[in-house]
């Protein structure tokens, strides 16, 4: 199904920008932490984005990898 494979397109596209700049995602800090420690959010920052942007590449490779294949959802 072509859902699949686009889905998984867009995961991957959003798994790269997140990579690309982790800065400019969801903040993962609160701002009283920014404020506090700038430093530190920042590192906080890079390492949830990373972790988020790792996730949703894979996650995208395995949708497409799914609809390649032929699988459905429902059977």
């Known amino acids: 199904m072509v859902y699949l494979e686009l889905t998984g ?3 991957i596209a959003l798994g790269v920008y997140a990579l690309a700049r982790p800065l400019s995602i969801r903040s993962f800090p609160s701002a009283n932490q920014w404020e506090a420690d700038p430093e530190r ?3 906080e920052q890079r390492a949830y984005a990373g ?3 790792f996730f949703a590449i894979v996650g995208g ?3 497409i990898v799914l609809g390649v294949t032929g699988w459905t959802p429902g059977g």
């Open 9 to 11: 397109a867009f995961l």
């Open 41 to 43: 959010a920042k590192r």
């Open 51 to 53: 972790m988020t942007g």
């Open 61 to 63: 490779l395995v949708l």
